[in-house]
């Protein structure tokens, strides 16, 4: 296992931020999970079982973020102890890695990232928004996630659309789409990683070059693109080919505006003598296309690669993708308002309480500064967009669900204030009923017992 550049950490939020996680632990990174959900954290088998930690008292989150939020404050002192522990004076950086529109993945995440500051980490997020297929609650609480993230700022967010996965992947079995949809996010990671650890006589990219990339606020983005080697003597051949491929994968990306700090790294083959004009003009390229004041270079050697150079394009500092959350949006937005009604239905658990939808003010004790849903009273860091301006549209296109009226005694109830009850006892209630019984037929409607009980009993 070639050594690595930069030593990160990974923590699993969720069931899908679990996965991701384990796969970084069997690079041989440090890595841990947490997760409301013991079946979950079983399926682990990379990360030690120490270090993965079950947090509140369900067994899942049943796609309710606030059960996530409430957990992960429950326990906080649990987490805290263990990100203090393992990765405190042995990581250099932490990734907190959470798949958006769950419930476990999408309640913890920020709180998790605001633990790890407070144990002095320096520490970035990793994160999926869902599939177009998926359900609109998915595609709800990922933006309302979102916005919450954006009021934490992890440095960098590597926002990772899985509709693009599903592109690049979705030929393959279901069993294999997602496991090799989650190893090539971890592989193109793990790849980048390594290059800083690699000797060169050329331009070098090295660790602190890498810190000062992860450490630039906004949207990260790394890209690998590999093209076929040719004969030409053309020097700007190659250069046109990446252009073209970094243009198309740009724009399939959805991110908006221009990065502040950027990496071109070459890995040509050993065996190919490539033009020294045709690296310069690539570098060129990079720079033009991306319009960065800050471009790090590298050139390396790889003995595996043939007739293929690959490049490495690290982008640092873009905007959140508002055209693919405005997709998300819109299909909110056009929503009938039965469905509507449908979305933010009560519901009942099997433990005797009710939950509403998270995006509604949040009825548990906030014992931190943020709740889920509720107004933020400061602006978000520079270098993040506000997401709640990407979705602060939805609410008003939606139906809020009528509440049903509670029943008010009318004046033919009987009684001088129909306003007012009183609990009644079993003996009352007795009497009330004999009393009925002797009411002539023409005077039951006006003083049946179910008009004098409704007009005594105190409705609970």
Same mark, same amino acid.
């Given at each position: 296992?070639?050594?690595?550049?930069?030593?990160?950490?990974?923590?699993?939020?969720?069931?899908?931020?679990?996965? *991701?996680?384990?796969?970084?632990?069997?690079?041989?990174?440090?890595?841990?999970?947490?997760?409301? @959900?013991?079946?979950?954290?079983?399926?682990?088998?990379?990360?030690?079982?120490?270090?993965?930690?079950?947090?509140?008292?369900?067994?899942?989150?049943?796609?309710?973020?606030?059960?996530?939020?409430?957990?992960?404050?429950?326990?906080?002192?649990?987490?805290?102890?263990?990100?203090?522990?393992?990765?405190? &004076?042995?990581?250099?950086?932490?990734?907190?890695?959470?798949?958006?529109?769950?419930?476990?993945?999408?309640?913890?995440?920020?709180?998790?990232?605001?633990?790890?500051?407070?144990?002095? =980490?320096?520490?970035?997020?990793?994160?999926?928004?869902?599939?177009?297929?998926?359900?609109?609650?998915? &595609?709800?609480?990922?933006?309302?996630?979102?916005?919450?993230?954006?009021?934490?700022?992890?440095?960098?967010?590597?926002?990772?659309?899985?509709?693009?996965?599903?592109?690049?992947?979705?030929?393959?079995?279901?069993?294999?789409?997602?496991?090799?949809?989650?190893?090539? *996010?971890?592989?193109?990671?793990?790849?980048?990683?390594?290059?800083?650890? #690699?000797?060169?006589?050329?331009?070098?990219?090295?660790?602190?070059?890498?810190?000062?990339?992860?450490?630039?606020?906004?949207?990260?983005?790394?890209?690998?693109?590999?093209?076929?080697?040719?004969?030409?003597?053309?020097?700007?051949?190659?250069?046109?080919?990446?252009?073209?491929?970094?243009? !198309?994968?740009?724009?399939?990306?959805?991110?908006?505006?221009?990065?502040?700090?950027?990496?071109?790294?070459?890995?040509?083959?050993? @065996?190919?003598?490539?033009?020294?004009? @045709?690296?310069?003009?690539?570098?060129?390229?990079?720079?033009?296309?991306?319009?960065?004041?800050?471009?790090?270079?590298?050139?390396?050697?790889?003995?595996?690669?043939?007739?293929?150079?690959?490049?490495?394009?690290?982008?640092?500092?873009?905007?959140?993708?508002?055209? !693919?959350?405005?997709?998300?949006?819109?299909?909110?937005?056009?929503?009938?308002?039965? *469905?509507?009604?449908?979305?933010?239905?009560?519901? +009942?658990?099997?433990?005797?309480?009710?939950?509403?939808? /998270?995006?509604?003010?949040?009825?548990?004790?906030? @014992? #931190? #500064? #943020? %709740?889920?849903?509720?107004?933020?009273?400061?602006?978000?860091?520079?270098?993040?967009?506000?997401?709640?301006?990407?979705?602060?549209?939805?609410?008003?296109?939606?139906?809020?669900? %009528?509440?049903?009226?509670?029943?008010?005694?009318?004046?033919?109830?009987?009684?001088?204030?129909?306003?007012?009850?009183?609990?009644?006892?079993?003996?009352?209630?007795?009497? =009330?009923?004999?009393?009925?019984?002797?009411?002539?037929? !023409?005077?039951?409607?006006?003083?049946?017992? /179910?008009?004098?009980?409704? +007009?005594?009993?105190?409705?609970?």
């Amino acid at each position: 296992m070639r050594e690595k550049g930069i030593k990160f950490g990974f923590v699993g939020c969720g069931q899908g931020g679990g996965k *991701i996680a384990d796969l970084f632990a069997q690079r041989g990174y440090k890595a841990m999970a947490i997760n409301t @959900s013991p079946v979950d954290l079983a399926a682990l088998t990379m990360i030690p079982a120490e270090h993965r930690i079950c947090i509140g008292t369900r067994l899942g989150a049943g796609k309710d973020p606030r059960i996530g939020e409430e957990a992960i404050r429950t326990d906080a002192s649990k987490v805290k102890a263990v990100l203090e522990e393992y990765f405190y &004076h042995d990581v250099d950086f932490v990734f907190v890695v959470a798949c958006l529109g769950g419930g476990t993945g999408t309640g913890v995440v920020s709180d998790t990232i605001e633990i790890a500051r407070e144990v002095g =980490l320096t520490t970035g997020c990793i994160t999926t928004i869902p599939l177009t297929s998926e359900s609109l609650e998915e &595609h709800k609480n990922a933006l309302k996630g979102l916005d919450i993230l954006s009021d934490v700022a992890p440095t960098p967010l590597y926002l990772i659309d899985n509709e693009l996965l599903r592109i690049k992947y979705g030929n393959k079995p279901i069993m294999g789409f997602w496991p090799m949809a989650n190893e090539a *996010i971890v592989n193109s990671l793990d790849e980048i990683n390594q290059i800083p650890n #690699r000797p060169s006589n050329m331009f070098v990219f090295d660790r602190e070059d890498f810190f000062r990339l992860l450490n630039t606020q906004g949207c990260f983005v790394p890209l690998r693109i590999e093209i076929e080697l040719t004969d030409s003597q053309d020097p700007t051949k190659m250069a046109t080919a990446f252009r073209q491929e970094v243009v !198309r994968i740009l724009s399939e990306y959805n991110f908006q505006g221009e990065a502040i700090r950027v990496a071109a790294l070459l890995v040509c083959p050993e @065996s190919y003598r490539v033009n020294a004009e @045709s690296v310069e003009l690539v570098y060129q390229e990079c720079q033009n296309l991306t319009n960065a004041p800050t471009l790090f270079r590298g050139l390396y050697i790889d003995k595996s690669l043939q007739r293929k150079i690959v490049l490495h394009l690290l982008l640092a500092g873009l905007d959140i993708p508002v055209n !693919r959350l405005q997709q998300m949006r819109t299909r909110l937005q056009e929503l009938s308002p039965e *469905i509507v009604n449908r979305l933010h239905k009560r519901v +009942s658990t099997n433990l005797s309480d009710d939950l509403i939808e /998270w995006d509604n003010p949040n009825p548990l004790p906030a @014992s #931190r #500064r #943020r %709740t889920f849903g509720a107004r933020k009273d400061a602006a978000p860091q520079d270098g993040f967009m506000d997401v709640k301006s990407v979705v602060d549209n939805i609410e008003k296109k939606q139906v809020q669900p %009528t509440q049903p009226a509670a029943p008010q005694p009318s004046a033919t109830d009987g009684g001088d204030n129909p306003e007012t009850y009183k609990v009644l006892t079993v003996d009352q209630i007795l009497n =009330l009923m004999e009393t009925a019984n002797l009411v002539d037929d !023409r005077d039951k409607k006006k003083k049946g017992f /179910w008009n004098q009980f409704k +007009s005594n009993v105190k409705k609970r």
